[in-house]
């Protein structure tokens, strides 16, 4: 789960989820979703995303979608191949797909940056402009992690900014949202949605942030 629980300018205050198409949603072990507290703080479970069964060959899939009108992904699949791979072997083996998302009118209304979902992670796009409009201040623990890789807040009358650029943005979902949810994938002890959350919080610091900066 991550930090997104602000409501943001042109989102609405209700949570939406949607069910999958086309095939009946499996619900796996665990369905994780960062940016907010919908699925990880253990509300009704509603298929959030198209399942994607287990693969049995041993490769990373890279699935890419359409961002939609006023979005962009900001990582590439080759950026996405190459961090993993920095990863320790035993922490990729479970990883099975990345899928880039695309933005939809329910996503909006609940914002996330990324999802882990059974052997999957999903990463959101994000506007492209790189700045994010709230109608409410971060909370602390939001605008430390945020901070934490350049982001950078301003308030502006009642309403907050959280402005990127092409790099501080790129290693925040490089080096924070995608090892988050992988540190979901491996997470293997915890079943309470508060410990499985504080675990992978602290494997996104330990092999997101601190890894990347020992290397710096």
Known sequence: MSRRNQSRVRSGLPQTRHATRGRRAVQPASAHQHR?????????????????????DGKLEIVVKQPGEGYRHVVTPNQIRQRVAQ?????????EVVQLS?????RRLFPCYGLQWGQAVYLYPIEESLEELYVRAPRPAQRIET????????????????????DTIRDFYLNNVLIHEIGHINDNRNTNPRK?????????VEYGYRATRRKS
Do not use: C, I, V
């Open 36 to 56: 907010g507290n919908g699925l990880a703080a253990g509300r009704p479970f509603d298929a959030p995303e198209a399942w994607h069964p287990p693969r049995d």
């Open 87 to 95: 990863l320790p072997q035993e922490y990729q083996t479970q990883l």
């Open 102 to 106: 695309p933005m939809t009118r329910k």
């Open 147 to 166: 901070e934490m890789y350049g982001g950078e807040w301003t308030q502006e009358g009642r309403f907050w900014r959280l402005s990127w650029t092409e």
């Open 196 to 204: 499985r959350e504080q675990f992978a919080d602290w494997f996104a």
